[in-house]
């Protein structure tokens, strides 16, 4: 069993809505030996892939993300979910973008200067729940005609549909850690991700 499910059985807390909270080693408090595991084993995935960049969203997946982008010696670059005063309107990419854990949409926003259509952008995220913040990640790289290169996740939810959305877009997913079930409050992985 690798060392970030030892965690999450050890301190994940499952919340109503199948919310899985991590504050004490991942979105709040952060554990770099969990974030060091992670970027390692995304680097073995993605290591044949031409990667140029590592994208996510703020805020929690920033972390894992400058990790991995170090990992390959390329710029992190995070979508924003406010407007930077001094971006004008057609300086950037957008996308819409539905908060699952907030419950409220987001148009997060990246200047057009950080990503082009030479780039071989890795994705990166904390978390896969109904796919919406990958996949307006993914359309923002497509508005700047670069290649989407993968999706890398920390902690899956597999019995949500964000796997299926991002693989019907062709997309290789890798998640370090699969869910099978949050049921009564008690975490199981997927069969066999062990
Ligand atoms: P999706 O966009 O795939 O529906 O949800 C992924 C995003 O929502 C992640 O960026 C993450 O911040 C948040 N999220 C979704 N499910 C969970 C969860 O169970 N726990 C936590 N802490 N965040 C989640």
């Known amino acids: 069993m690798n060392y970030l ?4 059985l050890k301190d994940g807390k499952v919340y ?16 770099p030996a969990v974030v060091n ?11 044949d892939r031409k990667i140029t960049k590592v994208m996510t969203i703020e805020a929690s997946g920033i972390a894992p ?6 990992r390959f010696n390329v710029p992190m670059l995070f979508a924003k979910k406010t407007v930077p005063s001094t971006l004008k309107n057609q300086e950037r990419y957008h996308a819409l973008v539905h908060s699952y854990t907030k419950n409220t949409d987001s148009d997060v926003i990246v200047s057009k200067q950080y990503i082009n259509k ?6 990166i995220d904390d978390f896969l729940a ?7 990640l993914v359309s923002i790289a497509h508005q700047a005609g670069a290649t989407v290169a993968g999706v890398g996740i920390v902690i899956e939810k597999s019995f949500q549909p964000g796997r299926h959305l991002l ?3 062709g997309l290789d997913v890798y998640s370090i850690c699969r869910i099978q079930s949050l049921e009564d409050g008690k975490v ?7």
């Open 5 to 8: 499910k030892e965690r999450i």
């Open 16 to 31: 109503p809505n199948n919310v899985l909270k991590v504050d004490s080693f991942l979105n709040h408090q952060i554990d």
């Open 37 to 47: 595991a992670v970027e390692k084993l995304m680097y073995e995935h993605f290591k």
């Open 65 to 70: 993300a400058i990790m991995v982008a170090n």
């Open 118 to 123: 030479d780039d071989h952008i890795l994705i």
């Open 130 to 136: 109904n796919g919406e913040a990958a996949k307006g």
């Open 167 to 169: 693989e019907e877009m």
């Open 188 to 194: 199981t992985f997927v069969d066999g991700d062990e």
